[in-house]
């Protein structure tokens, strides 16, 4: 198997104390009242939202800290860094001893055609930003070759920036049949990520034409599973919540600024 690549700091992987361990599980604790709160709002069931903490550019030791404040879903959107905190023996040393249910690993971020074996090595409990046919036939055949189901959200670029990833809304029908075709790789819902507005309000649309267009494909394609809408960071999740999301990924509010 591949090592983690040379140009990860090996700070993100020493454990060990830190004096922002505090900080990180008061900060869990307001985002689980906010999200607690915008549930409630909107008559739902907290439990059928899952709060992914995303981990990104932070060390382990601050996962630790989560994980001691009971959060156990965990985000990345480099292959190769979830890999080196959460899964490579060599340098995620910090998770022996846990039951492997106990750390459920999500990558968040797409994925490129030459880390789609590095990602399905990542055993991840969710892929969020699966964006071509051609990355989820890889996934596939890599899923098949280790015996995995992989199961997977299609990322919808509803903003229409050419910079972002994730699939047009009217390409989506005509990559459908390639996509439930797949007998490893199960999508189960839609991804998005709005442009990027301070305003939580300013996400709202997309929020809801993600939920529209998961209700327009379930009745197109009622045998494919479309329960899942992973929408929603730090500064919009409340909204996200409001409209429906089922994952949210927050980092900023959990571990902090991103340097
Ligand atoms: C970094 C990232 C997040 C978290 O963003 P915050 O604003 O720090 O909460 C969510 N989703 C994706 C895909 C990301 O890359």
């Not at 900080?23 to 604790?29: D, G, H, M």
């Not at 939202?49 to 550019?57: D, F, G, H, P, R």
């Not at 996962?63 to 480099?78: K, R």
């Not at 990602?119 to 969710?126: D, E, I, N, S, Y």
């Amino acid at each position: 198997m591949a090592s983690p690549q040379p140009s990860l700091p090996m700070s993100l992987v020493e454990g060990g104390q830190t004096s922002r361990a505090p900080t990180v599980a008061a900060n869990l604790w307001r985002v689980r009242e906010q999200l607690a709160a915008a549930a409630a709002r909107s008559g739902r069931p907290v439990e059928e939202i899952t709060l992914v903490a995303v981990s990104k550019t932070k060390p382990v030791a601050l996962i630790e800290a989560a994980l001691a404040a009971g959060q156990q879903d965990f985000g990345e959107n480099l292959v190769e860094e979830g890999w080196a905190k959460f899964v490579d023996p060599d340098t995620a040393s910090w998770l022996a001893g846990r039951a492997e249910q106990d750390v459920r690993l999500h990558l968040i971020g797409p994925i490129q055609s030459r880390k789609v074996a590095l990602a399905v090595a990542c055993r991840p409990v969710l892929i969020h930003a699966v964006d071509r046919v051609k990355i989820a036939r890889r996934l596939d055949r890599f899923a098949a070759d280790a015996g995995l189901t992989l199961d997977v959200l299609l990322e919808v670029n509803l903003g229409g920036e050419p910079s972002k990833f994730g699939f047009a809304p009217e390409a989506l029908r005509e990559a459908m049949d390639g996509l439930l075709s797949l007998a490893q790789v199960r999508v189960r819902g839609l991804m998005t990520m709005p442009p990027y507005d301070p305003d939580p309000e300013a996400a709202r649309p997309y929020f809801i034409q993600l939920r529209e267009l998961q209700e327009r494909l379930a009745v197109a394609y009622p045998e494919g599973d479309w329960r899942h809408l992973s929408m929603g960071m730090s500064h919009d999740f409340a909204v996200a919540v409001e409209e429906g999301a089922t994952l949210v990924r927050i980092g900023t509010a959990i571990f902090g600024e991103r340097t």
